[in-house]
């Protein structure tokens, strides 16, 4: 697997990505998924890539919720590139991962399938198909 991004949870996306450009990364545009009530926003610097993931509608449960509590912004997840999403779940799985979030559509991918798979040891996985 290649590695894609790094994931941030933040709390508010307009100020993250400020204070990121001051370290030289360059930002696509604000990406709104409704479905998961979150924005979501690429930035890049010398061929790394991380996702700024905020929630949309403050007013709603958003899955990064639990990593922005209080004032602090954080790194949450690691995302892989795989072109057997299936093979690659099962294989965490018999490695002690947990599949979190079932392989769904995701608008940040254009409508490529993530899931999600967590290990207490390791973390959240983000893999997302590369076809």
Same mark, same amino acid.
């Given at each position: +697997?290649?590695?894609?991004?790094? &994931?941030?949870?933040?709390?508010?996306?307009?100020?993250?990505?400020?204070?990121?450009?001051?370290?030289?990364?360059v930002?696509?545009?604000?990406?709104?998924?409704?479905?998961?009530?979150?924005?979501?926003?690429?930035?890049?610097?010398? &061929?790394?890539?991380?996702?700024?993931?905020?929630?949309?509608?403050?007013?709603?449960?958003?899955?990064?919720?639990?990593?922005?509590?209080?004032?602090?912004?954080?790194?949450?997840h690691?995302?892989?590139k795989?072109?057997?999403?299936?093979?690659?779940?099962?294989?965490?799985?018999?490695?002690?991962?947990?599949?979190?979030?079932?392989?769904?559509?995701?608008?940040?991918?254009?409508?490529?399938?993530?899931?999600? +798979?967590?290990?207490?040891?390791? &973390?959240?996985?983000?893999?997302?198909?590369?076809?």
């Amino acid at each position: +697997m290649e590695i894609d991004h790094i &994931g941030y949870a933040v709390k508010n996306i307009d100020k993250s990505i400020i204070e990121f450009k001051k370290l030289g990364y360059v930002f696509e545009n604000i990406i709104i998924d409704v479905k998961r009530n979150i924005n979501i926003c690429f930035g890049s610097l010398d &061929g790394y890539r991380i996702e700024l993931v905020s929630p949309y509608d403050k007013n709603q449960s958003s899955p990064v919720d639990n990593y922005i509590k209080g004032n602090c912004n954080t790194p949450y997840h690691i995302c892989y590139k795989s072109a057997d999403l299936e093979n690659v779940i099962s294989d965490l799985q018999s490695d002690g991962f947990l599949l979190v979030k079932e392989p769904d559509k995701a608008c940040a991918f254009d409508n490529k399938r993530v899931a999600f +798979m967590f290990n207490s040891k390791v &973390g959240i996985f983000e893999i997302v198909e590369s076809w």
